[in-house]
């Protein structure tokens, strides 16, 4: 489609960051495999658990849209955060990650409160012009009506 013919869409733009959040910490988990197995080799299902953490995070971007998708992006957190028992970094990455995800979050709602309320620079810019536009055609108004008045005087 056409940028000029599709719909406006003002989340996009947070839906690419949180596809973006999600390979970073896809990328993270992937990293601590080498950093895990310096203190002990890892276990099949250690390894196993962590490429499938990668993979669904991986995975998640493909449905960033859906409104279900925070409760998943949830569930990975936590399921990132319990990689604590594997490597206690991992656990930290998922807390650092976590923090992350929760101001996302924060910001995504409070974009929709002022959207919602109308407080949006872009939305009082427009209406400012709407109001501008308003009494330029209403002072084209008044004053064809002044001097249709003061010829019938």
């Known amino acids: 489609m056409p940028p000029s ?26 990293l601590g495999l080498p ?7 890892l276990a099949f299902w250690e390894i196993a658990a962590l490429l499938l953490l990668a993979a ?16 998943v992006i949830v569930a990975l957190q936590v399921v990132h955060i319990a990689c604590w028992f594997i490597y206690p970094a991992l656990g930290i990455m998922g807390i ?3 923090v992350a995800w ?20 872009s939305q009082i810019r427009d209406a400012a012009e709407a109001a501008a536009a308003a ?8 004053g064809a009506g002044s001097a249709s008045l003061a010829e019938k005087n």
């Open 96 to 98: 650092i990650f976590g």
């Open 5 to 30: 013919s599709r719909k406006a869409d003002p989340e996009r733009g947070f839906r690419g960051v949180m596809s973006g959040a999600l390979i970073l910490q896809a990328i993270t988990v992937l």
């Open 56 to 71: 669904a995070m991986v995975g998640a971007c493909a449905f960033v849209s859906k409104p279900w998708m925070l409760k």
């Open 35 to 41: 950093v895990a197995s310096t203190d002990h080799p």
């Open 135 to 142: 009494d330029q055609h209403g002072e084209d108004g008044e």
């Open 102 to 121: 929760w101001t996302l979050i924060y910001f995504r709602n409070e974009y929709r409160q002022r959207l919602a309320d109308g407080v949006l620079p």
